[in-house]
């Protein structure tokens, strides 16, 4: 598939959802974390379901989206999955799910600066809210 704007909202989260992950991962060991133990427990902090919904819940009241992210936000956000997430409510899990077909959006799209932008910017507000 070429015309990655066509694809549904759950093929984008699925890419999203490990493009996002890696990133963490990446950040995490730069931080100089590795234990694995540690590491995951860490990284739960920025991936999880909750974390990633209140991420996204941020970056809408800061408006800090185009237009053009919030429909593949949405996309994702209001596509019909059979699974849900372990430890999140129906709400949490769609709203995450939303947040990573954006990014899988972005990495399909080739706007590496854009994502990693985002990204940074969500490193950041995890790192404000837990010291």
Not at 31 to 56: E, I
Request: charged fraction near 25%.
């Amino acid at each position: 598939m070429r015309d990655y704007q066509q694809l549904n909202g759950l093929a984008l989260a699925y890419v999203g959802d490990a493009i996002y992950e890696i990133y963490i991962r990446d950040y995490l060991v730069e931080q100089g974390q590795t234990r694995p133990n540690k590491l995951h427990h860490m990284a739960t902090n920025y991936v999880s379901a909750k974390a990633q919904a209140s991420l996204m819940e941020e970056l809408l009241a800061a408006d800090l989206l185009t237009e053009e992210e919030i429909l593949f936000y949405k996309r994702g956000r209001n596509a019909k999955s059979h699974t849900t997430a372990k430890n999140a409510d129906v709400m949490t899990y769609r709203i995450s799910t939303g947040f990573e077909a954006l990014m899988g959006y972005l990495h399909l799209t080739k706007q590496q600066e854009r994502l990693e932008e985002l990204i940074a910017w969500c490193i950041e507000k995890v790192r404000e809210t837990n010291g």
